[in-house]
């Protein structure tokens, strides 16, 4: 089926290691998404990529890498994880398209960091 | 810089009751407004959408109006369901935004009790 995937859908590791989070979409959309989703906090977005081989950095970056060689493929890397990383991360997608389209969003990862 | 401000939650109501969550925005220009819902275990979905002001999205019995004036996008249903029992959030997009960015509002965790 066509849509947004994000893998794995729960992971639970200790502070200090790399851990990396997927994302796929099937629709070609140009743009697309990390957001981190807290208690008290709602969304936040960590990085984003308007096309394969450009991203950009959100509200709040620190500890995170992203990468876009494809532009079906958007994997978000925590490359030595805290306890403060424990969230529920949300990848999304965006067509190139300036009159107002939704943003389209996976089901989400529950990330928890011991 | 943009903003939106949601009622904060939990709000909770008996099946059939009418629904007000209220959401404002600072914005410099005229933004496209969004109202997503986000059920238990999943990702967000565009619920709702209105670019221009005065503009009325509907959708699945859940109204919004664009009102310019006083800068508002309240969502309302008005015979609610236990289905309905979600977390809702109200976003914002500039016109030709870069990186076709979103902001959120906190979000507001609606329980229907039957």
């Known amino acids: 089926d066509a849509g947004i995937t994000q893998s794995p859908r729960y992971k639970i590791t200790e502070t200090g290691r790399q851990v990396t989070l997927m994302c796929h979409q099937t629709?070609?959309?140009?743009?697309m998404f990390w957001y981190r989703q807290d208690l008290g906090h709602g969304l936040r977005l960590i990085y984003y990529s308007a096309a394969a081989d450009i991203t950009d950095k959100g509200e709040v970056p620190d500890g995170y890498v992203v990468s876009r060689s494809k532009t079906e493929n958007f994997p978000l890397t925590l490359e030595s994880a805290t306890r403060s990383q424990t969230s529920v991360y949300f990848c999304?997608?965006?067509?190139?398209?300036?009159?107002?389209?939704?943003?389209?969003f996976g089901d989400g990862t529950r990330l928890s960091i011991l | 810089g943009d903003s939106v401000t949601q009622m904060e939650g939990p709000v909770t109501l008996s099946e059939e009751a009418f629904l007000t969550i209220n959401c404002t925005y600072t914005?410099?220009?005229?933004?496209?407004l969004f109202w997503y819902v986000q059920y238990p275990g999943e990702g967000l979905q565009l619920l709702l959408k209105?670019?221009?002001?005065?503009d009325k999205g509907s959708n699945k019995g859940f109204e919004a109006t664009y009102r310019k004036e006083t800068t508002s996008f309240h969502l309302e249903k008005g015979s609610v369901q236990v289905s309905d029992s979600a977390v809702y959030f109200c976003?914002?997009?500039?016109?030709?935004?870069?990186?076709?960015?979103?902001?959120f509002g906190g979000g507001t965790r609606v329980l229907v009790k039957p």
């Open positions: 914005a410099t220009g005229y933004p496209s």
């Open positions: 976003a914002l997009k500039m016109i030709k935004a870069a990186g076709n960015k979103l902001t």
């Open positions: 209105a670019t221009k002001a005065d």
């Open positions: 999304a997608s965006n067509p190139r398209d300036f009159n107002n389209q939704p943003q389209h």
């Open positions: 629709w070609s959309h140009s743009y």
